[in-house]
């Protein structure tokens, strides 16, 4: 994995081991049983994440995870002392890593590999390799220098530095033809260890049907069924249908693990008849990482690029701000998360205004690559669960990207089964136009009383509950005509959902007046 | 100062320490002189944030700083130990900070107080104090469970405890006498020792006239003038802009302190001819926070809080989103801060998608009590820093509430002058309609270049810049249908900006169909 801002790859790493130890623990070693190596700079040990994902990975004693912290003593804006002066060694001591201070050896590689191989060893804890290293080595004016970190080398100082390791200076791209047989010879070797796994795979696989179709099925496209809400079975607040949709998947599903930061009872995480992720339990069917909702964001990430887990991660919705930097990171990578939000509603019992979500609706919705869904009933989560957890599609040829799904559900009971039957996902009896409401989530409740006092003053109102403005958007032409008139306010002027980037106010498009429905982006 | 989320209280509190020991350094200990106290729970300190300001205190040795951690081993989900085995101790120390841990002693109180004493008495590092406690203590049911966290207490429960304490099992409210005399004695004291202060500060204003200046505009509200770039100057990125505004104002505003997260030269926040803030120079003009954005922004909300300086924070705007549960506190509390995102365009140089802001503006502008400010060339730069440097408002009399400001500032260099008269905050020649173009920030010079294009076609276009959306519905219904006809398809039909906190689709306003000029609440 490769990640752009800083103390992202941090805490992906630890999403990584996790997996890797969940399947180890979870399966066999046969298919699954490897190190995860992250090489860190000073901004990532600098980032509030580097603590979440480090104190995390220090509970769970992750200790196949071997991270090597290029202290080059320079940040942007000079040296690290201008802003730093933790002690690190002691800082990832005190979260229970095993560190192994080397010091200014980044040229010197047997010493290098004795490092590696000593953290290796280490199964019980994590490991930090602190390595002085030096920017822009050997550069003869740009070595130690915060330049080095953001500019890019002139033609003069790339050609100096050239000379001074002995590289032909004319010549722009250069390997040593020494190289070339030990970087070829890798290649049998690989494609050895990999049918060797490939048949212990297969062994495995052939020892019980539910591995085999969970190996079919790429672990995480397993299902179970998607359970059904009555009427008899009375009110029920989302997020108490969410842990019902959860456990129902649980058995056919053997990559499922939810987890949230410090709210899985509140939010619906804890699988029924299952212990939390531990030291003595590492296959345990959902985690706790205590307050750290950004460290689990981006650790969730790490699960689903390292594959085998579909991670599912529940916080309240107002702490999406917190998770944001991580969320973002896996829209842009289409990483393969379900985060579910809970607590979608300023009724959100007493915490106030700071628990309060009002503009993250807004805010979320505005970011590309994410699969919004904000279901008004137990029935609407359960579907959005299936749409969560459905495979991921390896190309992205639908004009919104698979990736992560967001499906943000709500802590008041919602009346169930008594909403009318256009309040499904499926399309309503007629179109709705002009004066009819569309409405998501909690919302929909609200527009039931509120069509319901209109019809007793004579007027009658459709009702469209609308989960997902991009699901709606995948759908055809036809379909979104068939759900609304062209003649709807909402699809003659609404603008496209403002995730263009671009602040300048849009005018609304023409089609009113266009004979064709209108391609409503919404 | 009460915060809500985790994490914010905790960093809140190094903002009012480096407050306190700039305004001490850079005026007298006469007009401030104080310890900051501080009481952090297991949470705060699993929170991300709370590592990015304990380094940065560490670093700073703040020494008048003074924590209590209240250890309770009780979250949310259960017992700290299913997620957090942090050695707290051994890690603050690793930022350098004097740890006390003092043990089991809830209760004692002359035990607290001597451990508060020696804290106090510790000038050279921050002190933490390391306090086991116990959730719900004395309640015979409820004492160390996870209950006592977020329930309420029954009211059976609450009459056994009650027993226990041997209070009074009816009264609702119940002080006891004894208390009284002591409580009241402190409102002599504290009288008496405010005219202490007020005599030394009226001692401090009389030796120079910008002290008094300084103190009659409450210290941030002055100003220095508002720069003028003409079209001689040449093209001028705005993040360069900002930082010539700050130059200009710096000497009359004597509160004023700019910083960045690692960013300072990138934006613009390191004043000329002054140093960086540091243990040697506290009193220095600028700051750097590492890579610390989300402390950054609780810290500069400390700052607001505590009085006497006026924070300016600077990063890319794409960190908008690490920043933004400090943001949201700020806006939710009103706190004076600016903050300057630059790099507001996805031309930002070789960073990459990860860096590229696209949906970040529509995520902030959906903030409450956020005045966003898209400065489009170098003046409207020179007017969002006046507007965001004005003395903060007491009263929250207009529709949009004073406080939090950010203006946002473009890397690549805009033309300045070359713009037509029009972009300019004033109001433009005449009222924009359909068919002629909004634009803020970057975009505008892109309309600029569109309208030259539709002149050569024979059309001619009005081009609006819109700076502020909240600044602009500020005005009265005048001003906004002098800049903008009733028919502007932007009035007609734009809904309001998305901070209602629903997510239902919202129907446009009917106001095309009345005669007076829409309220348009943009």
Known sequence: MTTGPL????ANGVGLGIAERWLRAHFSADVCDHHTYVVA????????????AASLAGHLRLGRLVYVYDDNHITIDGPTELALNDNVAERFDAYGWSVDDIGDVANDL??????LLRARAEEERPSLIVLRSHIGYPAPDLTDSSKAHGDPFSDEETAKTKELLGLPVDETFWCPRTSWPCNRSTVPRGRALRSEWAARLDAWTATCPVRGRARRSRVT????????????DGPMATRKAIKVCLDATHDGLPGLMPGSADLTGNTGMALAGALAQSVEDPGAAWSTTASAKHAMGAVMTGMADHGGTLPVGGTFFVFSDYMRGAVRVAALSGAHVVYSWTHDSIGLGQDGPTHQPVEQLAAIRAMPGLRVIRPAD??????????????RRPHRARPVPPGPACSRVHRRPRPRGRAPRRLRTRRPGRRAGPGDLLATG?????????????????????IVSLPSWELFAEQGDGYRAEVLTRASPCCRSRPPPPSVGSGTPTTPSASTTSGRPPRARW
Chains 1, 2 share one sequence.
């Open 7 to 10: 103390g992202q790859g941090f």
């Open 378 to 391: 137990a029935n609407e989560t359960a579907q959005a669960w299936r749409i969560g957890r459905r495979t």
């Open 41 to 52: 700079g000073d901004g990532c040990l600098e980032e509030g994440i580097s603590h979440e």
């Open 442 to 462: 909690s919302e929909v409740p609200l527009c039931v009383d509120a069509a319901r006092l209109l019809a007793e003053a004579g007027t009658r109102t459709r």
């Open 221 to 232: 496209g397993m299902g179970g069924g998607t359970p059904r809400f009555a009427p008899s």
């Open 110 to 115: 047997d010493t290098l590999e004795a490092a």
